[in-house]
């Protein structure tokens, strides 16, 4: 699933785009693994803009562990975050685990709201 984890640029700015939309189950659980890999590949004192795309996905017992392990790596490095497709009781638990996430309207406000962002 490596090919769900993009680097894409934005008028010049580096983002780390994870598209989780439609996972289920274990494919869920493994991808939110291969994110935080790909996280934890980055040198200390990078910053990090990130954009998810979680629709269709659910969050269960399991991926709340999971994007805790994730969240934990995630506060190794200075940056901002921004999610798109998510439900609102996605919003809930989302917030439950980390701060500040942006909940955009779509791909291009999402990308806007990181690049624009004083980090």
Same mark, same amino acid.
């Given at each position: 699933m490596a090919e769900r984890i993009k680097w894409i640029m934005h008028k010049g700015k580096k983002i780390l785009f994870c598209d989780y939309s439609n996972l289920r189950d274990q494919k869920h659980l493994d991808?939110?693994?291969e994110v935080k890999n790909e996280?934890?590949?980055?040198?200390?004192?990078? *910053?990090?803009l990130v954009l998810a795309d979680l629709t269709n996905t659910y969050t269960t017992p399991a991926a709340k562990v999971k994007y805790e392990e994730l969240t934990?790596?995630?506060? /190794?490095y200075k940056g901002v975050d921004a999610v798109i497709g998510i439900t609102v009781p996605q919003k809930i638990i989302g917030e439950g685990i980390k701060k500040g996430? +942006? +909940?955009? /309207?779509g791909i291009e406000d999402? /990308?806007?709201?990181? *690049?624009?962002? /004083?980090i």
């Open positions: 991808f939110i693994d996280m934890a590949k980055q040198p200390p004192g990078t *910053i990090l934990a790596v995630r506060m /190794k996430i +942006y +909940y955009a /309207k999402a /990308k806007e709201w990181l *690049i624009s962002q /004083k």
